[in-house]
């Protein structure tokens, strides 16, 4: 049996329940040691065997788990934040299938929620914004054309950009076409929920040198959008005493 599970943005503690202990399970990790924290790892058990994906190619990864596999070991693969995002999981369940093996995914906190959390930010203000785009810049691999970023910044939406640091001046170009404005609050989270965490607060326009200025340049998001001023929203009617919810009368 092959378990998927998301370690979390950084922070040791912020895996699940059930992911540590499947880790304190697992006779093989494979983990994704460019991003996750090797901390994790002090939760194996003794004799685990241990493998960074950091240096493998796919292929050495799936001979990892078949070997695995025919031992009758369990193998967890380990995997930064949420499988789901930027994963690529899909194309090793693919090959899993191919041979009848079977997995699941644990999933974990991802890194766009470590950063809201480093921030207290509430990505979805009423009147402000109800929605939350993550995306990324077309770099070394492509992103579809009809997910450019300027389309997609059409909705004035909550923006989280992952994989782009190193892109800002071109990604504040493409926000602009799209109609962000140059002043439109912006931040940049580096390694949120880790030790040495930071964040910055700035516009559209000064994300190219606010990276610069701090020497951030990896392991960043970057969120737009005006829900960063954490102002001029609405309160919210399922908490307001004059709405009625199905657990709550509005009182008089
Ligand atoms: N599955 C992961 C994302 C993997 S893609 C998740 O759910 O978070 C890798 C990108 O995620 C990095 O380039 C960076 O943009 C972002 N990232 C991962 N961990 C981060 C962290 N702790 N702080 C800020 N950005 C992070």
């Not at 999981?89 to 480093?118: N, T, W």
């Not at 170009?173 to 580096?190: F, H, K, N």
């Amino acid at each position: 049996m092959v378990h998927f599970v998301g370690a979390g943005p950084g922070a040791p503690d912020l895996i699940t329940v059930r992911g540590q202990r499947l880790l304190s399970q697992a006779d093989v990790i494979i983990y994704a040691g460019s991003l996750v924290n090797p901390q994790l790892l002090d939760y194996a058990k003794e004799g685990c065997q241990i493998y960074n994906s950091a240096t493998m190619t796919l292929e050495e990864v799936l001979d990892v788990i078949f070997k695995a596999e025919d031992a009758g070991y369990m193998t967890v693969r380990l995997h930064t934040g949420d499988p789901c995002l930027y994963g690529a999981i899909r194309e090793q369940m693919d090959a899993l299938d191919e041979k009848g093996i079977a997995y699941e995914d644990c999933p974990g906190v991802s890194s766009f929620c470590g950063a809201a959390a480093a921030l207290n930010l509430e990505y979805t203000l009423p009147d402000i914004s109800q929605s939350v785009i993550i995306t990324r810049m077309a770099g070394r691999t492509p992103v579809p054309p009809k997910e450019e970023i300027s389309l997609l910044a059409a909705h004035q939406a909550t923006m989280v950009v992952f994989l782009s640091t190193g892109m800002l001046e071109k990604l504040t170009e493409r926000l602009l076409a799209g109609g962000y404005r140059e002043d439109t609050p912006a931040a940049i989270v580096y390694k949120a929920t880790w030790e040495d965490e930071k964040t910055f607060v700035c516009t559209v326009g000064t994300l190219a040198e606010t990276a610069a200025r701090n020497h951030i340049t990896k392991t960043a998001l970057m969120i737009i959008g005006d829900v960063v001023s954490q102002s001029g929203y609405k309160r919210s009617e399922l908490y307001h005493p004059a709405f009625s919810t199905e657990f709550r009368e509005a009182s008089k």
